[in-house]
């Protein structure tokens, strides 16, 4: 049986996604082998646009360029997905993306405005359809891992769907929220990362996006018995996950 | 029962006799507030005296009952193999009276039906010796029935002043005793009237206090009431007072693959009720659809499931779910909320 035709893709974004596939070191010649790796600009030159079985999209689209790129990619490839908060939910690129595109190029180039092209950065969803999705900024190269060992091996991906908070215990972390009034993501964001930043003594910023029903009018009220106003809770749920359903009512 | 004395300048000697039983674990600082049983690797380390242990964040049941564990290994050559090794034996040194009498439920759970061997293959491996406590603002032990055990232990020392009175539980126990005897010596009258004066004032320094009495058939006729609503706005369903309670025990298990895509690994992994997926079957169908649901079979289990399974609650009162819940639930003030007293609120308030 041939080996599957893989290509890994950028849109706009810090290209920390790729790298951390990159960084799979001690794994990379076990993915060469088990795939074979037609486009994956951060790591080879030559980048044919052929037929693929997966394509592994990280970035936000933010221009009208990029829908058609990512377009293009959809109609050759079997299955895409989504890799990290930017494909996922548009990321940091999209953190205002509710203001009005026309006024904020204004404010920031003046009388230049009209000639940048960026459209409401977006996540890819938006324009094609997208069947699976790892999340977190980056992704974490386990989960990467995992996940190309289930679509190799043709089984439906799984992935914890519960907050950051179970796994952190897990590991029996002291809680940063409960014991230090650290302000914390983690009842609501989806876990996956091994709880990193609480196992650090740093609250979770959520970059995994929101937990499926996440109780975020409850983060509002213990995050303001910590200090914070609504302003600042709202700002902090929409560093990575802007566009999140859930994180559209507030308060 | 044997029962012999040890001074307390003796201990930290025991505890080095103690390695030749297996590998000393004991309650040790674990961030800036809390502790955690720990490989012993400095004596000095030890969290002994009653002001700084009163709970480690994690219970003893992850020794037994690992909170993610590989069963198998799989590969298209092999089949699959067992993948336990054996591990080197243990003694837990320093286990509170209710994390021992948590360990005596999920004993009784884990050999239903089904006997689970990965969790009693660990369980003859580890010795547990006990210490005795002092309450502090979220200890209900007392309430629960849990703050004195008679057994579930290889030794229990209680402490009575300026020596541990150790309570023989088993052969080893005994083993362990008798291969240092010069540690130990005969306890006279005076401390017989010691002890008993602490057993008998333990009661007295409960701060929290809950009777639990007719509570199974108060949660069948509550079992519409509005606050299991009121609960599920506030939970977050994150899990975090299964994964410290001691006796809740549920996983899961799913396989990994490796990316030949063929071999991989079983693993099971701790599980909780609340999390959306618990309940969920094929075709995204939920026997437990809202977050209300899932806080209230959760309440149910412990509270009222368990008693009619096992013939008590499954809580031991270990205070751990409620000094852990992010979203300041008390579970005591839960309890007399539903049993009637309304003006109790169930939110902590009182976290440090």
Redesign the interface.
């Known amino acids: 049986m041939p080996k599957p035709k893989v290509g890994i893709f950028s849109l706009t974004c810090c290209e920390g996604c790729q790298l951390e596939i990159l960084n799979c070191e001690d794994?990379l010649l076990?993915?060469a082998?088990?795939v074979d790796i037609v486009s994956f600009g951060m790591a080879q030159s030559n980048n044919p646009e052929t037929a693929l079985d997966i394509a592994f999209v990280e970035g936000t689209v933010v221009m009208e360029s990029e829908v058609e790129i990512l377009k293009a990619i959809r109609e050759r490839s079997t299955t895409l997905i989504a890799i990290g908060a930017c494909a996922t939910y548009g990321g940091v690129a999209a953190m205002n993306y509710e203001v009005n595109r026309k006024e904020l190029k204004e404010v920031v180039y003046g009388a230049d405005a009209a000639l940048i092209p960026s459209i409401t950065p977006s996540p890819l969803h938006k324009f094609v359809k997208v069947d699976f999705s790892l999340q977190g900024c980056p992704i974490e190269k386990s989960q990467f891992?995992?996940l190309?060992?289930?679509l190799?091996?043709?089984?439906s991906p799984?992935f914890p769907?519960?907050?950051v908070?179970?796994e952190c215990?897990?590991?029996?972390?002291?809680?940063v929220?409960?014991?230090?009034n650290i302000p914390?993501m983690?009842?609501?964001t989806v876990a996956g990362c091994d709880a990193r930043c609480p196992s650090h003594?740093n609250g979770c910023d959520g970059c995994f996006g929101p937990v499926?029903?996440a109780?975020v009018?409850?983060?509002y009220h213990?995050m303001r018995e910590k200090g914070m106003d609504n302003d600042e809770i709202r700002r902090m749920m929409h560093v990575f996950a802007p566009t999140a359903e859930v994180f559209k009512k507030d308060e | 029962m044997k029962i012999v004395k040890l001074s307390k300048t003796n201990v930290f000697q025991f505890v080095d006799h103690l390695k030749s039983f297996g590998e000393v674990h004991a309650p040790q600082r674990k961030g800036k507030k809390s502790s955690a049983f720990q490989p012993v690797k400095d004596n000095s380390k030890l969290l002994l005296s009653d002001e700084n242990y009163t709970r480690t964040i994690l219970p003893i049941k992850k020794y037994f009952h690992k909170p993610i564990d590989t069963l198998l290994k799989f590969s298209p050559g092999k089949g699959f193999e067992d993948a336990y090794e054996e591990e080197e034996a243990k003694v837990l040194f320093g286990v509170h009276s209710c994390d021992i009498s948590a360990i005596l439920t999920l004993d009784r759970v884990f050999a239903g039906k089904y006997v689970d061997t990965y969790y009693f293959r660990r369980r003859k491996q580890i010795a547990i010796i006990g210490m005795s406590c002092i309450p502090d603002e979220y200890c209900y032990c007392h309430s629960m029935g849990t703050d004195f055990v008679e057994d579930g232990f290889d030794l229990f020392l209680s402490d009575i002043g300026e020596s541990y009175l150790v309570k023989v539980g088993t052969s080893l126990g005994d083993d362990m005793v008798s291969t240092a005897s010069d540690l130990f010596i005969d306890y006279d009258e005076k401390d017989t009237d010691e002890y008993k004066r602490r057993i008998n004032e333990f009661p007295t320094l409960f701060v929290t206090k809950v009777d639990e009495t007719n509570l199974p058939a108060i949660l069948d006729m509550e079992y519409k009431s509005e606050i299991w609503e009121e609960m599920g706005d506030r939970c977050f369903n994150c899990g975090i007072c299964s994964m410290v309670c001691p006796t809740c025990f549920c996983f899961d298990v799913n396989d990994e693959l490796c990316i030949d895509g063929e071999s991989g690994e079983r693993k099971r992994c701790w599980d909780s009720c609340l999390f959306k997926s618990h309940a969920m079957v094929a075709g995204g169908h939920n026997f437990r659809e809202k977050r209300s649901d899932r806080f209230k079979h959760r309440f149910l289990h412990k509270h009222q499931e368990f008693m009619g399974e096992f013939g008590r609650t499954s809580c031991v009162g270990c205070g751990r779910c409620t000094q852990d819940c992010p979203a300041d639930i008390h579970f005591v003030g839960m309890v007399k909320r539903i049993k009637g007293d309304i003006a109790c609120v169930y939110e902590g308030n009182n976290k440090k």
């Open positions: 794994e076990d993915i082998g088990a891992l995992k190309l060992g289930y190799l091996h043709g089984d799984i769907d519960y907050p908070c179970a215990k897990r590991k029996e972390n002291e809680c929220l409960v014991q230090h914390c983690g009842p609501i003594f499926d029903e109780n009018a409850m983060e213990v």
